[in-house]
């Protein structure tokens, strides 16, 4: 090319951090576009009450290792940026599951026969449970929700409701009755059935924003780009050279905004109407954080434990991992009682369980952080937009579009790489014709 190729990225989360990394990378004169005053979209840093924390709580796994790649590329180091621990799931009041320190297969299987809080029926039904899946490759021959395949699986209730709807609802952001089995199998095939370190826990100890898109920023303004916060688009206009943005030239656009966003900037592009069309009846689940601060000897005896009852699902000590004594975070994902709650009394039923479960007192200092449309519903056969759209210049770019994972970082960052790739093959192949 004689003159470099621009790109316009609409959303600074993970899949346009992504997506703008790779575009840099490999040459384009990269633009983003970002609404809020921080990078990171659904996991960005905030700033309350002269702390800084995240608007929520997200976990991954080794398996990811996309996202663990980027964040070399742009010089994060995850072996600093994580606390990372082999597979350990506690969930109150007794179930305790740990991935031994073996060879996988062998990881996985000790572990299951070791698990406690379950019975030698329960755990041979949730190694039968597992195996079954193994067996077939984790492939259905037809997606049905997680309940269903549950009860096919005879699996006990007790074993549902101390591992498997915790880990779906974590998982998916779905409840265990509408969540899409299939999906959930994706996720357990990269884990629990990869190899011994893609089952690891990674909690980070960075905020979200510091954690990937902050240096992905760094590296795109190093490689002659821009970033600019603070700038909502609202719509743009194909023209025969490219797309007007702003008032602006751009070759190519990536558009990585949230899917119940997308018609803000993409209503009169009829590229993108396909997609749009798509997105008109979906669903979404909101996610809920409810911070704490006590005492500074208030602790976990891990960085994470999930509770089977109640109103709480999964709790967080950020002092593991942030340095933060005291300050415990609580994640409710997905629908459910709690969300008839103002956040006054979500706030007294929480610090109630929390009394009632670590034996804590009252916290100095709460916080309810909710985010209405966190995820899409992730339900069996839900059809997802492509990253492609009508017009070799315009892709899209999230958690949402077509492939393996549900709502994730993970899926997030892939996405953006194959649309950021969808653009520069493009080109390639314009400039050979």
């Not at 970002?34 to 995240?54: C, H, Q």
């Not at 942030?322 to 979500?346: D, F, K, T, Y």
């Amino acid at each position: 090319m004689t003159t470099r190729q621009t790109v316009a990225v609409l959303g600074g989360g993970y899949a346009g951090m992504a997506a703008a990394t790779a575009l840099a990378a490999a040459g384009r004169k990269v633009c983003v576009f970002e609404a809020g005053p921080v990078l990171g979209g659904r996991a960005r840093r905030i700033s309350i009450d002269g702390r800084e924390i995240d608007n929520g709580q997200h976990l991954l796994i080794g398996g990811y290792t996309t996202l663990l790649d980027l964040m070399t590329q742009v010089g994060v180091a995850p072996e600093t940026a994580f606390l990372r621990t082999p597979m350990d799931l506690r969930v109150l009041p007794d179930f305790h599951l740990r991935c031994a320190s073996l060879p996988a297969p062998l990881h996985l299987a000790l572990g299951l026969l070791r698990a406690k809080g379950l019975s030698w029926a329960e755990r041979w039904a949730l190694i039968r449970a597992v195996r079954w899946a193994q067996g077939r490759n984790w492939r259905l021959q037809a997606d049905l929700p997680a309940a269903d395949w549950l009860l096919q699986q005879r699996q006990p209730t007790t074993l549902i409701e101390s591992f498997w709807r915790p880990l779906t609802v974590a998982a998916l952001n779905t409840p265990l009755e509408a969540a899409s089995t299939q999906v959930l199998f994706n996720t357990l095939r990269d884990s629990l059935g990869g190899a011994r370190a893609a089952s690891d826990l990674l909690f980070p100890r960075l905020d979200f924003s510091a954690l990937f898109p902050d240096a992905a920023a760094r590296f795109v303004q190093s490689q002659g780009g821009e970033v600019r916060l603070g700038t909502t688009i609202r719509g743009m206009v194909r023209t025969a050279g490219g797309w007007q943005i702003e008032g602006e030239h751009f070759d190519a656009v990536v558009c990585a905004l949230p899917p119940h966003r997308l018609g803000m900037a993409l209503a009169d592009v009829g590229a993108a109407q396909a997609a749009l069309a798509q997105l008109t009846a979906w669903d979404y689940q909101p996610i809920v954080t409810l911070y704490l601060q006590y005492a500074a000897d208030v602790a976990l005896p891990q960085p994470m434990v999930g509770v089977s009852s109640g109103l709480a699902q999964w709790v967080f000590d950020r002092n593991h991992t942030h340095g933060m004594p005291g300050l415990i975070a609580v994640v409710l994902s997905a629908r459910g009682a709690h969300s008839a709650l103002s956040q006054q009394e979500l706030t007294q039923a929480i610090a109630a369980e929390m009394r009632q479960w670590f034996g804590w007192g009252e916290p100095t200092w709460t916080r309810v952080i909710s985010e209405k449309r966190a995820t899409f519903a992730c339900t069996p056969n839900l059809p997802r937009p492509a990253n492609a759209t009508d017009d070799p210049t315009l892709w899209l770019a999230g958690d949402y579009t077509a492939g393996d994972y549900p709502a994730t970082l993970e899926g997030a960052v892939r996405s953006g790489l194959i649309a950021a790739r969808g653009i520069i093959a493009a080109t390639e192949l314009e400039n050979q014709a």
